[in-house]
C-alpha cells in the first residue's frame, strides 16, 4: 500500500527503531527493495534523490515508485529525497510522491524556514509529509575527524524553534555521520549526546542522513536514541559491485539476478541493525 511517512515514522518513534529509506536507481533496485520489505513484514520508505535525475526521470521515478507501493502487501512510502528546489518539490507533489524533503540545510536559519514552510503548506494540503534537514550532512569524502569535515552539528534550540515555525513532519539531523564513502574507509564517530538532546527536545520524527558506512553499533544505538528514518544509498551500490567482482557474470542477465541479490542481502542486514537485532 501507498502511504505518506507520518504514521510508520511515529510508530519506530514510540517503538525505538528505524525504518530504511534506500535511494533507488531504477525498477530492479526499488523493486528488490519491496521484495524485502515484503518478505519481512516491514515498512520501507523508497527514495528518489534529484541528484540523480540525471540517471531516471522524476516521471519514471514516480511511475516505479508508484506501481509498487499500490501493489505491496505493506506500507511502502514514495518520498523525494534531497529536494533541491521548490519548482522539483511541485512536480514530485503533482506526480503522487506520499513524501518529499526540500534540503535547504546550507542556507541561513530564516531562509530555511521560509523555503520549508512554503514546502509544508504545498504538501500538506495533498496529505503529502514533508522532511527538512537542520545542520548539514556533508560529504564522506572530506571526513577524516569532525573537525575537518564540512557536516555542521545541528543546533538543538535552532531545531526545536525550525519544527514550531515549520510544522515540518520530520527532521534530518547532522550528529557526525556524512554522504557516501568515508575517506580511508574508517567509520564516523557521532555526537550521541547531541542526538539524546535533540531527542528529547522534539516531538518530531528525526531522520539520519549517510547511514551508509556508519557502522553496526553506532546504527543500533542511532535506531534506540531516537533516529526513526535511516537514509541508504552507497552500501546498495557497493555491494553488488563486490558480488559481480566475486561471481563474474556470465551476461547481462546474471549481472542483474547478482546485483538485485547482493542488494536484497545488504537491505535485510539494515532492517536487522534499525530493530537493534544481533547477528
Known amino acids: 500500500m501507498l502511504v505518506n511517512s507520518k504514521q510508520i515514522l ?7 527503531y528505524a525504518v530504511p529509506a534506500p535511494d533507488f536507481l531504477d525498477l530492479d533496485s526499488a523493486r528488490t527493495y519491496v521484495q524485502v520489505a515484503e518478505k519481512l513484514g516491514k515498512p520501507v520508505i523508497l527514495s528518489f534523490a534529484q541528484i540523480h535525475k540525471d540517471t531516471i526521470s522524476l516521471e519514471e521515478a514516480a511511475v516505479i515508485g508508484k506501481f509498487l507501493g499500490e501493489r505491496a502487501s505493506v506500507p511502502v512510502v514514495l518520498h523525494l529525497d534531497h529536494g533541491q528546489d521548490m519548482d522539483y518539490v511541485r512536480r514530485a507533489v503533482a506526480l503522487g510522491f506520499t513524501s518529499v524533503m526540500l534540503d535547504a540545510s546550507m542556507d541561513p536559519f530564516d531562509e530555511n524556514v521560509r523555503k520549508t514552510k512554503e514546502a509544508v ?6 496529505n503529502i509529509t514533508v522532511e527538512a534537514e537542520m545542520g548539514h550532512v ?5 571526513y577524516t575527524n569532525y573537525d575537518e569535515s564540512d557536516s555542521v552539528y545541528t543546533s538543538v ?4 524553534e525550525f519544527v514550531r515555525l515549520t510544522n515540518v513532519d520530520s527532521l534530518a539531523v547532522s550528529i557526525g555521520t556524512a554522504h557516501g564513502v568515508y575517506k580511508g574507509n574508517g567509520k564516523p564517530v557521532l555526537n550521541f549526546e ?3 538532546q535533540l531527542q528529547e527536545a522534539l516531538d518530531v520524527p528525526l531522520v539520519l542522513h549517510g547511514g551508509s558506512g556508519t557502522g553496526e553499533d553506532n546504527l543500533r544505538r542511532c535506531a534506540a536514541g531516537g533516529i526513526c528514518k535511516l537514509n541508504l544509498f552507497t552500501d546498495f551500490l ?3 559491485m563486490a558480488q559481480l567482482e566475486a561471481t563474474p557474470p556470465a551476461d547481462y542477465f546474471q549481472l542483474k539476478k547478482l546485483s538485485n541479490q547482493a542488494m536484497a542481502a545488504k537491505l ?3 532492517y536487522g ?7
Open 10 to 16: 511515529l510508530e519506530a518513534k514510540e517503538g525505538h
Open 121 to 126: 503548506e504545498l504538501a500538506h494540503a495533498h
Open 157 to 160: 534550540e535552532e531545531a526545536r
Open 268 to 270: 535485510e542486514e539494515y
Open 238 to 240: 557497493l555491494s553488488a
Open 273 to 279: 541493525i534499525c530493530r537493534g537485532l544481533l547477528k
Open 194 to 196: 547531541r542526538l539524546q
Open 138 to 142: 556533508g560529504q564522506g569524502a572530506n
